[in-house]
C-alpha cells in the first residue's frame, strides 16, 4: 500500500485529482472537436466500434494476462468473490435509490446501469495505482474482469431494457468485450502466454481506449443542449448516491463483516466511489440506449469526483 497517501501527504492526493482532471480535460477536447465539426455524429459511432470492438478487448486481455504469476489462483478466486459481492451491493442500492427517487420506467434500465459499473478501468487503475502502490493493480484488474463479465451480459440488459422493440435479445451477449473477458480467464488458469509480439501489439491498440472514450463523451456532450444538461434534479441526487453513498456502504459492510486485508478493502471502496463508467455513453451509442442520461450521469459524476475520491480516501483511512 502506498502509505504516504494513507498517512495524508498533500502531493499525493494533488496527484489522484489530477489524474481525473486529466481525463476531463480529454473529455473538453471532444467536446470543442464536436462544437468546431472536427467530428460529427457519424464519427462519434464509428469511434464506439472501434473502442467496443478492438481496443477495449484487447485492453481487457493485456491487464489480465501481464499479471499472470503475481497471484495464487485461489487468490483470484477469493477477489472474484469479493468482487460479485460489491455488484449485488450495488444491485441492491441502485433498487433502493430507483424506488425513494420515483424514476420513469424507461430510465430505470440506465439507472441501474449507472449504479451499478463505475469507471474501474479507464479512471481506476491510475488512481488505485497512484493510492496503493504498482502491486495493488492485479485486484483492479481481477474486478474488472467480472466487470467486464456483468457490463457485457447484464449491462446490456439493463441498457436495452428502455427500447420500446420487443425483448431482449441474446445475440447482444456475444461480443467482442465479453468475449475477451472469458477469454483472459481461461489464459489465467491455464497458464497460457502470448507471443510478446502479440502482447506489445494488443498494448498498444489497448492503450488508444481512455483517450478515444473520453473523446467520445465529450461530443456526445456537445451534442445536447444546455438546458437538457442541468435540467433533470434526479441526476444530481444521483451523482451524490453514486459518488458517496455506494462506496460508504461498502465500507461500512466491509468493517461490519471483514472479508478481506486492508489494502483490498481500501481498493474496493476507492474502486465503488469511482463515476460512471465511460462505456455506459458507448454501450447507449451501439444498443439504443438513453444516450443523453448517460452523458449526464457520466459528466457530472466524473467532475465531482475529482473533490470526491480524495475525500473518500482520507475518511476510509
Given at each position: 500500500?502506498?502509505?504516504?497517501?494513507?498517512?495524508?501527504?498533500?502531493?499525493?492526493?494533488?496527484?489522484?485529482?489530477?489524474?481525473?482532471?486529466?481525463?476531463f480535460?480529454?473529455?473538453?477536447?471532444?467536446y470543442?472537436?464536436?462544437?468546431?465539426?472536427?467530428?460529427?455524429?457519424?464519427?462519434?459511432?464509428?469511434?464506439?466500434?472501434?473502442?467496443?470492438?478492438?481496443?477495449?478487448?484487447?485492453?481487457?486481455?493485456?491487464?489480465?494476462?501481464?499479471?499472470?504469476?503475481?497471484?495464487?489462483?485461489?487468490?483470484?478466486?477469493?477477489?472474484f468473490?469479493?468482487?460479485?459481492?460489491?455488484?449485488?451491493?450495488?444491485?441492491?442500492?441502485?433498487?433502493?435509490?430507483?424506488?425513494?427517487?420515483?424514476?420513469?420506467?424507461?430510465?430505470?434500465?440506465?439507472?441501474?446501469?449507472?449504479?451499478?459499473?463505475?469507471?474501474?478501468?479507464?479512471?481506476?487503475?491510475?488512481?488505485?495505482?497512484?493510492?496503493?502502490?504498482?502491486?495493488?493493480?492485479?485486484?483492479?484488474?481481477?474486478?474488472?474482469?467480472?466487470?467486464?463479465i456483468?457490463?457485457?451480459s447484464?449491462?446490456?440488459?439493463?441498457?436495452?431494457?428502455?427500447?420500446?422493440?420487443?425483448?431482449?435479445?441474446?445475440?447482444?451477449?456475444?461480443?467482442?468485450?465479453?468475449v475477451?473477458?472469458?477469454?483472459?480467464?481461461?489464459?489465467?488458469?491455464?497458464?497460457?502466454?502470448?507471443?510478446?509480439?502479440?502482447?506489445?501489439?494488443?498494448?498498444?491498440?489497448g492503450?488508444?481506449?481512455?483517450?478515444?472514450?473520453?473523446?467520445?463523451?465529450?461530443?456526445?456532450?456537445?451534442?445536447?443542449?444546455?438546458?437538457?444538461?442541468?435540467?433533470?434534479?434526479?441526476?444530481?441526487?444521483?451523482?451524490?448516491?453514486?459518488?458517496?453513498?455506494?462506496p460508504?456502504?461498502?465500507?461500512?459492510?466491509?468493517?461490519?463483516?471483514?472479508m478481506?486485508?486492508?489494502?483490498?478493502?481500501?481498493?474496493?471502496?476507492?474502486?465503488?466511489?469511482?463515476?460512471v463508467a465511460?462505456?455506459?455513453?458507448?454501450?447507449?451509442?451501439?444498443?439504443?440506449?438513453?444516450?443523453?442520461?448517460?452523458?449526464k450521469?457520466?459528466?457530472?459524476?466524473t467532475?465531482?469526483?475529482?473533490?470526491?475520491i480524495?475525500?473518500?480516501?482520507?475518511?476510509?483511512?
Open positions: 500500500m502506498n502509505d504516504r497517501l494513507w498517512k495524508g501527504e498533500t502531493m499525493d492526493f494533488l496527484t489522484v485529482a489530477g489524474q481525473m482532471l486529466s481525463l480535460v480529454i473529455m473538453v477536447v471532444g470543442i472537436m464536436y462544437k468546431v465539426k472536427v467530428i460529427d455524429d457519424a464519427a462519434v459511432v464509428r469511434y464506439t466500434k472501434l473502442v467496443l470492438n478492438i481496443s477495449l478487448p484487447a485492453q481487457i486481455i493485456t491487464s489480465f494476462a501481464e499479471n499472470q504469476g503475481i497471484v495464487s489462483n485461489m487468490e483470484v478466486i477469493r477477489v468473490g469479493i468482487a460479485l459481492f460489491c455488484f449485488l451491493v450495488y444491485f441492491v442500492m441502485a433498487v433502493l435509490f430507483i424506488a425513494v427517487t420515483g424514476i420513469k420506467k424507461e430510465e430505470r434500465g440506465t439507472y441501474m446501469f449507472m449504479s451499478m459499473f463505475a469507471n474501474v478501468g479507464f479512471m481506476g487503475y491510475p488512481v488505485i495505482t497512484t493510492i496503493f502502490g504498482g502491486g495493488a493493480l492485479i485486484y483492479a484488474v481481477i474486478f474488472n474482469v467480472v466487470f467486464n456483468l457490463v457485457y447484464v449491462g446490456i440488459l439493463l441498457i436495452s431494457s428502455g427500447k420500446s422493440s420487443a425483448g431482449f435479445n441474446p445475440k447482444l451477449l456475444l461480443n467482442m468485450s465479453f475477451s473477458a472469458i477469454v483472459s480467464i481461461v489464459m489465467f488458469f491455464a497458464g497460457i502466454r502470448l507471443p510478446e509480439i502479440v502482447m506489445t501489439s494488443l498494448g498498444y491498440l492503450n488508444i481506449t481512455t483517450p478515444v472514450a473520453m473523446l467520445i463523451l465529450g461530443a456526445t456532450i456537445a451534442s445536447m443542449p444546455v438546458k437538457e444538461l442541468f435540467g433533470e434534479w434526479r441526476i444530481y441526487a444521483f451523482t451524490v448516491f453514486r459518488l458517496a453513498l455506494i460508504l456502504a461498502v465500507a461500512g459492510i466491509f468493517r461490519v463483516v471483514p478481506a486485508s486492508q489494502m483490498i478493502t481500501g481498493i474496493m471502496i476507492i474502486i465503488s466511489a469511482m463515476p465511460t462505456n455506459c455513453t458507448m454501450l447507449t451509442i451501439e444498443y439504443g440506449g438513453d444516450t443523453k442520461l448517460a452523458a450521469g457520466i459528466f457530472f459524476s467532475v465531482l469526483s475529482v473533490a470526491t480524495p475525500a473518500l480516501a482520507v475518511l476510509c483511512a
